[in-house]
Structure formats: structure tokens, C-alpha cells
């Protein structure tokens, strides 16, 4: 154990005939930057999968971007990535009006959105954080700039 049962992408323990899922385990994830433990329903269910198809002869990898929901009276609260050891954030929309998200920037590349109210932003960030793309926090930050426009790919440096 290490803030878990320690898994591999595929759920796997250091006996390789025992595996886990869920809340309890600890598994490499590239959005948190190494070892995670993901305390949500979407954790549990997609290493879940991961692990059932390991047990089936058919492995994958779980690597899924991590995200969360809270209901909170009137206000929606949806999380995505994860913004621990960000370096700058930025606000899209307006917190007076119950509808804004956070952005969250490590190095230059989007990390996390924190949504409230603002669910069209969350979906998107989930595919934003997936293509690892080139949004700026600037355009994170302009509420006239479509969020969708950045679901490219990152230009790749000249050779």
C-alpha cells in the first residue's frame, strides 16, 4: 500500500493474480503527473472496466481523464483534470452570475477546469485535456473565444 492498494495501468497488484479497482487503489496517471488515488464514481467504474478486460485476455490500459461532479443546491459543480502544482489560473465567465469556470495552467498547458453552472465548458475540457492541446490562458480567459476551436491537435515543432 502507498495511499492504496498500488496498482498498474491495468489494475494489477504486485501479485499478478490479484487486482483491484476503485477508490482503494493507487495507479500511474499522466493528468496527475505520476501516482493517483481518485476518490469518484467515474474512477471506479472506468478502472473497473480496465480491469475486467485485463481478467478477459483482452488488456487496456486505463488512462482516463480524471473528473468529477457535485450538485450543490442551485449551482453545478463539474471538475476536470486535476489542478494540484498548477502555476496560473485563469476565470471564464462570471462568478457574480453563478456561471464561470476556472482554468488551470501548469507550464503553459491547461491541467484542470473547475465548472460551475457551466457544463458545456467541463464537456469540453475533458476533450481539451485528452489532446493535451495548445489553448492559451488568454484564450481560456475571453468568454467570446469558443472553447471547441482548440479540439486540435498540438502543432508539432519543425524538424
Known sequence: CDNGIVVDEHGRTSD????AAGECT???????GGRARLESVQNAVDQAKAV????????????????FWSDQYEAKLQMVG???????LTIRGDPALGRFSVCY???GKLVAIDSV???SDHMTGRKLLVLGTDLTPDQAADDSFELKSAL????????
Not at 493507487?26 to 496527475?32: L, M, T, Y
Not at 475486467?52 to 473528473?67: K, M, T
Open 105 to 107: 495552467f501548469k507550464a
Open 117 to 119: 453552472n457551466r457544463p
Open 152 to 159: 486540435k491537435p498540438p502543432m508539432a515543432a519543425p524538424a
Open 16 to 19: 499478478p493474480s490479484i487486482y
Open 26 to 32: 493507487s495507479h500511474p496517471n499522466r493528468f496527475a
Open 52 to 67: 475486467a478486460a485485463s481478467l478477459l485476455g483482452r488488456p487496456r490500459p486505463y488512462d482516463e481523464v480524471p473528473w
Open 82 to 88: 486535476i489542478s494540484t502544482g498548477h502555476d496560473h
